[in-house]
């Protein structure tokens, strides 16, 4: 309900704008419809100056059961086209726009909501609105750039007017005659002082403010000058998938972006900020915005601006065969079209992308050869309209139709594919793989993989009673949402590690292993630069608490996936790998912008920690990965009657360090020394807690954990060897807590601790 003066009538024109609703509603001003919604992914506009009158008004948004609506289409259709995710609870929805994982998946609660997201407004007047601004930039010869700034005003009525930019200091002025609806307003700068913006960890992210004035609105949008390419041309192995940003090739480092709540009206401003600051830290420099979830807010993309985090855009389509009925097509049209002019200025985005896994739908899901042919025309057809689409208004992006696959005109769907395009290798897990299997991958670009975990203990007791404490409960099956899920995990650990004693070492073990999983595959496929010259892994996030593959558990905490990340995603790494005569083969790989001079350092250590001798290698390293050395199976026999003997690898070049460990046998085979981990607790400043870690023998795997306190540490999930103490820090967002409550609340936990010897049974 809201006033209106009669005075606001007097204008030529009325219209009612809702940014979001979700998803089928009937919208009424004083009782009388104005229009409909139909899709989840689109801002309507609606004429509503008859409908208003002097006084009390009011407006009305009927929404309408989105699984009923789904259902009615379903039941029309003559061909089948139900997604393949067992998860999903309301299997039509790939026949509406409305967010897909809303139906569940398989890490995601079935919740198919409905509401009304961001703002309703009036707009009303004889001028009109700054409804877009977008860039297209052209830099010709170092440190010049041509830059041609568009707004798009939507007239009310038609009539001359001024528009007015102001980029970097400098203005243009056009004076115009708009028509009723949109009209396209462009001026050029050439600003010769500037600063290129960069992915995160190659440079600075700059941003210049680009403003529009009309009819006494002001609309601003933050701009980063920078060059964004997609290289895809065949070559000798097949096609690569190479971003060059500015001139210069970067290896994308990143992980896979969900929804970052169930509910969105609890994705605030602080989950965003908090969330992408987290991948920053683990030195991502790509988000792949994933297809089946939603076209995210402006302060994603704003933030990721900022933060110099490039993103992967898949439109909302995934894991599914969609219809190209005309009343569809008219639908996706339209999103594309309103999707693409709201985020297109922004310096982030690298990429857009068809869909996500809905080629492979066709192939895996058309029970016969008739019925593929049919659902391959409909995918083509879907297709044709979004690619049109967004050529036309953006065409210094790349569409990329689908992922995986092998890149344009490629309609390969990219699963096994290791030699062109992007690749998703789920081998491993859903293939029940070991992790040496990613040794047999030499992808160009891998955009998923992953393995599961379940959460943190202290995330599980948020939402389950003592009872519920097994992993096979009721509750706890509740959060599991793969099918395979605890099987696959489990089966794991007979692979490589010693069964856990208690549910909270099963917790424990269970992110141990997704980080040396994903670890593996990592270094190894970085180590292949510049064949492969990306890594997206699955998931960064969570949108409930639940089993799943990511490395942020929801709440915001980092398994130790994530903490493994920020060393394995590091700007220089060093790694080995096995070979099959038992010896190894270790790496460096740099992501520096120039060659330095490197030194790396291995050292021989017993299980228990000892030092048993060591080696240094002093070279030049250049961007790309370089072999350092290979270690021959003699080498291990030297300290033959010791402990087994474990590699700790150590780089340093260009400023940048990275530590690392070998263990050339599965840690089962290991008798860890089951030592206790001390720690000495100094307050550093309020909310700042130093601690200095160490052992008398060895512990590995090492995690430290707060009881009741949101926090983080700078590192964890580590080992540690005797003789050498370890200072940490961890933040909490309690400045008020003392040494003392931090010592209450401490828990420390380590591989040996949770995989010891069988205990007495009473």
């Known amino acids: 309900d809201f006033e209106l003066d009669a005075s606001a009538l007097d204008s030529p024109v009325c219209w009612l704008e ?21 899709n989840q992914f689109l801002r309507y506009r609606f004429d509503v100056k008859k409908f208003l009158k002097a006084g009390s008004n009011r407006i009305e948004v009927k929404i309408t059961s989105a699984a009923m609506v789904a259902r009615a289409r379903s039941a029309a259709r003559k061909l089948n086209i139900s997604p393949e995710m067992p998860a999903h609870e309301l299997p039509e929805i790939n026949l509406i726009r409305k967010m897909q994982c809303s139906a569940g998946w398989d890490w995601g609660i079935a919740l198919p909501l409905a509401g009304i997201y961001g703002g309703i407004r009036l707009l009303s007047g004889a001028g009109g609105v700054i409804d877009f601004i977008h860039t ?38 056009v004076e115009v005659e708009l028509k009723p609806g949109a009209n396209q307003v462009s001026v050029c700068f050439e600003p010769s002082h500037f600063k290129l913006w960069w ?94 979830g939603v076209y995210e807010s402006d302060l994603f993309y704003d933030i990721c601006d900022e933060s110099g985090l490039l993103v992967w855009q898949d439109m909302m389509f995934a894991c599914a065969i969609y219809p190209s009925d005309d009343e569809f097509l008219a639908e996706i049209a339209a999103e594309a079209e309103f999707q693409a002019k709201r985020l297109r200025h922004h310096a982030c985005i690298a990429l857009w992308c068809g869909d ?55 309609y390969n769907d990219g699963w096994q594919d290791d030699t062109r395009g992007d690749m998703h290798y789920w081998d491993v897990w859903h293939g029940r793989k070991p992790f040496e299997a990613f040794y047999s991958i030499r992808p160009r670009f891998c ?36 099918q395979c899920g605890n099987e696959v995990i489990i089966a794991n650990f007979a692979r490589y590690f010693r069964m856990p004693d208690d549910f909270g ?101 017993s299980i228990n920690g000892e030092e048993l001798g060591r080696d240094r290698y002093d070279f030049e390293l250049s961007p790309g990965a370089a072999e350092v050395c290979r270690i021959a199976p003699e080498r291990w026999a030297q300290y033959g009657g010791r402990a087994a003997v ?72 580590f080992h540690i060897y005797q003789g050498e103490p370890l200072t940490r820090i961890c933040r909490v967002r309690d400045r008020s807590i003392t040494c003392d409550d931090f010592a209450a609340r401490l828990r420390i936990t380590h591989l040996a601790q949770v995989c010891s010897a069988a205990k007495e049974i009473k």
């Not at 798009?152 to 002025?173: K, L, Y």
């Not at 995918?379 to 690619?387: A, G, K, P």
């Not at 050529?391 to 790349?398: N, Y």
């Not at 607790?681 to 807690?689: F, K, T, Y």
Request: some cysteine; glycine content about 6%; proline content about 6%.
């Open 136 to 173: 297209r930039q052209q830099h010709y010869a170092p440190g010049r750039c041509r830059l041609e700034a568009s707004a798009e005003i939507f007239s009310f009525t038609g009539r001359s007017a001024r528009v007015e930019f102001e980029f970097m200091g400098e203005s243009r002025t």
């Open 356 to 410: 996500n896994e809905c080629l492979g739908s066709v192939n895996r899901q058309s029970e016969t050869p008739a019925a593929r042919d049919l659902n391959l025309l409909d995918y083509d057809r879907y297709h044709r309209v979004l690619e049109k689409c967004l050529a036309a208004l953006d065409p210094d992006r790349l569409f990329w139709h689908s992922s995986p696959s092998g890149g344009p005109g490629v």
């Open 646 to 717: 474990l590699v700790e690898l150590k780089i340093a070049a260009g400023g940048s360090s990275h530590e690392n460990a070998y263990f050339p046998s599965p840690w089962q085979s290991y008798e860890l020394p089951e030592d206790e981990v001390k720690c000495r607790i100094s307050l550093v400043e309020p909310g700042r807690v130093s601690l200095e870690r160490s052992c008398r023998t060895a512990a590995y795997f090492v995690w430290l954990s707060l009881r009741g306190l949101k926090s983080r540490f700078d590192d964890n999930s």
């Open 447 to 482: 955009s998923e993989f992953g393995f599961q975990s379940f959460p943190l203990l202290e995330t599980v007791e948020s939402f389950t009673a003592p009872a519920d404490r097994n992993v096979f409960s009721p509750v706890m099956m509740h959060h599991q949402k793969s």
């Open 199 to 292: 992915p995160h960890g190659c440079g600075e992210q700059p941003l210049y403010e680009l403003t529009v004035r009309f009819n006494g609105e002001t609309a601003t949008r933050r701009i980063g000058l920078r060059r964004i390419e997609a290289v895809y041309a065949p070559d000798e192995i097949g096609n690569p998938l190479t971003f060059r940003v500015n001139g210069r090739d970067i290896f994308i480092k990143g992980a896979d972006w969900i929804p970052p709540d169930a509910f969105p009206a609890r994705c605030t401003p602080e989950l965003y900020r908090e969330t992408i600051a987290s991948a920053s830290a683990a030195n991502m420099n790509m988000l792949r915005v994933w297809g089946g």
């Open 18 to 38: 809702i940014d979001s609703v979700d998803t089928f509603a009937a919208v009424l001003v004083n009782d009388r419809e104005v229009g409909r919604t139909a």
């Open 505 to 605: 070492g099963m917790l424990y073990l269970s992110q141990v292993q997704q980080a040396v999983g994903v670890k593996t595959a990592v270094e190894y496929w970085r180590s292949l630069r510049p064949r492969c010259m990306g890594v997206i892994y699955w998931q960064l996030n969570d949108c409930w608490p639940v089993a799943s593959w990511s490395s942020i558990d929801y709440g915001g905490a980092w398994k130790a996936l994530h903490y493994q990340a920020a060393r394995f995603y590091a700007p220089v790494i060093i790694t080995a790998r096995p070979e099959a005569d038992g010896g190894a083969v270790v790496t460096a790989v740099s992501d520096l912008a120039s060659a330095e001079t490197a030194a790396a350092e291995l050292i021989y250590r």
